[in-house]
């Protein structure tokens, strides 16, 4: 599975914080512009805060998108692969040759059960294969453009499974901002406490809301707050590399998470903010859909959705 940590779990404890702070002083904000160099530092954390979702929804992008691609490339190139095993083992049935049988035999399942690079040798022996025999294998429905259209998906493939390390530096370099952005935004919220310790004892109502919203919530342990699954609207079968786009919760708009289906159709989020989430659902080859799901405290939610085929 490819998979990258884009925020790290004290991160997104911090950014929670970060956007309660940005909606208390909506509610606050003619007393905090009367504090000595709050609005300076409040507009450096805002500045922040949007740099943070841009960066992370970048980088969520490029792991989502990538993985989405390279995986509906395999799904194609299986159909292809299990439909010229099935017309090459008909052939070598029927004229006796057992051992090409053998080597050629493969399904849809035995297909999904390699990894990458097996499932890249297992396409290219049964493409070998049929071109050796192609003159042969005409009457059982190979033909030059099929061949020709297994190849080009194969190479394809092949290109899109060394293309990750040609990133691993940019990788690097947008993590290093991201942290570098994160101490800026802990920098300007160090400056606007001293700010607000001015007015503990003038205005306690106000103290109090703002220590409230800035303390770190530790979400690293919370139960599972949603499942959810992707299957197909006509089949009914789970469609994996699914990407769910969740957007909002508890009114903080703008906040994305995003998450992919696995082989069996789903996936788990922990420590969901609790509220209604609008739901973004998409993958190659599939018609994109948007609907929306509720969140609450201390329960699981299950949510399925039926994609249709394009």
Known sequence: MLKQIIMKTIEEGKLNMYLGLRDLNGTYEAVTKTLPKYVENYNILLDSIRQIQELSEQMAVNKTGFAAVKSSLRDELTELAADSSRKIAAYAKLTGNISLLNETSYTSSDLGRLTFI??????KMLYDKIASTSEALAEYGITAEGQKSFLDKMEEFNRIL??????????????????????????????????VGIVKLSNPIFYNAYMNARKLVNISNGKLALHARAVDATTGEAVRGVIFEFNGGNGKSGYILKKKTARKGGFNVRNMAPGTWKVRVSKPGYRAKETEVSVATGERTELKIQVERV
């Open 118 to 123: 097996g499932f890249r040798d297992c396409i």
């Open 162 to 195: 060394v293309t990750p390390r040609t990133g691993i530096t940019e990788r690097s370099s947008l993590r290093t901002r991201l942290v570098s952005l994160f101490q800026e935004a802990d920098n300007a919220i160090g400056n606007m406490d001293y700010a």
